[in-house]
């Protein structure tokens, strides 16, 4: 009895330390949606299963954020992933993510790269995810080289324990090691905690730098969720004074039978809506707003999308 006991303990989901607040910051908060403009997104989808190819042509007009056009393409398997974007720009950026055992996805390396005529835009990053029955670990580098005879790059490691099935502690380092004509090395620590029941779930980064982050989502219904989000930044003035700064923001979201809805309000004046509408099975609508009242600002912006697909399988 002891061993199944053990056994049932330690097979508990951790989840991850760079999505340990996903459900707030990307499932019912909006900023990382919003777009201002007109866009117009034409997608094809197909393949034969199990791999599957997309391509997305998006054009925009009007938005400081996207460019004109870009042309994106993904292909995926069991255990591959690729996907790559190109702007009218020539920016360029691309993911490959390969998993050693697919059937549990315990470990998954991952390549990121970004090439850009703008002078220090363009970006490698290296990464690995190991999974386990109740941990996870993440270690990741940016912009690795060995020029000038020694090695810079910022790291960042990732550790995250189920020590119950509702509580997750973890940490988080960064190791920021610049070239020696750039600056001296720094080293940060930060603590994460994540607590989860049926219909709630708490998840709180703390640094001992003076940076506070807590999060808390609330499932209200079948088809209604919020989530509020607390940031704390402890800041030092040239003199050494010491300024604390804090942003609330407060998010729910809408999930008809045909559309979504999301609205979003925080203490720095700016209220955000997005709306999402899909007509049939192939065209959707997308409208976001944005009423900024201390800058006395407001934008809009309208999308299109259009998706195609085409599959084959066989038996």
Known sequence: MSSAFLLSYTNIPSGTVEHISREVQ??????????????????KVGGISPAVFHMTHSFASGSQMLPPYSLAAAFATNRVFMN????????????????????????????????????GQSMLQLEHDWKGNDFSINLKTVNPSFLDGEFSAVSIAHYLQSVTPTLALGLEAIWQKPPSTAGPEETTLSYVARYVQPTWIASAQLSPQGVLGACFWKKLSAKVEAGVECQLIKAFGPMGQSKTEGTTTIAAKYDYLHSTLRGQLDTKGKLQCLFEKRLSGAVSLTFAATLDHFKNNATVGLGVNLEMYYFTKYL
């Open 26 to 43: 990307m499932d019912v908060q909006l900023s990382r949606q919003m777009f201002t403009g007109i866009k117009a997104d034409i997608t």
């Open 84 to 119: 790559g974007n190109v702007d009218n720009d020539g920016s360029v950026s691309g993911r490959f993510h390969y998993g050693w055992a697919p059937e549990s996805a315990r470990h998954t390396t991952k390549v990121q790269t970004q090439t850009t005529a703008d002078p």
